[in-house]
């Protein structure tokens, strides 16, 4: 779900926390061919995200599902380089807009945000 660039680490896809994952899995909103692999397929998921969350410095991101913006707010402690986040198309909705910036604020690294065609009107740039 990153993608390594000059320099810095581009992520485009909602990033899933390993307790996400597994969670998703242990309720069937996300299958693999063979159950028997399903410890492997955890730490492998653990590995991959912990490699990527830990130099993943911008994020660009596209909601298109529901479930995007609390995967996304589950998943944001992990960035400890996260510098900046693009919303690209994202109708957030009031609610899920507070609780995005709430989660983002408790970001350090974070120094920029750029909102583009997020659907925002008068009360979420009250949150602003």
Do not use: W
């Amino acid at each position: 779900f990153c993608i390594a660039g000059e320099g810095d680490t581009i992520c485009s896809k909602m990033p899933m926390s390993p307790a996400m994952f597994r969670q998703q899995v242990q309720e069937g909103g996300l299958m693999f061919t063979h159950r028997s692999d399903e410890e492997a397929v955890y730490q492998l998921q653990t590995k991959v995200f912990q490699d990527k969350v830990s130099t993943c410095k911008s994020l660009q991101l596209t909601a298109s599902r529901d479930g995007d913006i609390a995967t996304l707010i589950d998943s944001l402690p992990h960035y400890k380089q996260l510098e900046n986040i693009l919303f690209h198309k994202m109708d957030l909705g009031l609610a899920s807009f507070k609780n995005l910036m709430h989660a983002i604020s408790a970001l350090p690294s974070i120094t920029d945000i750029g909102l583009e065609n997020a659907g925002l009107g008068d009360e979420e740039a009250e949150v602003l």
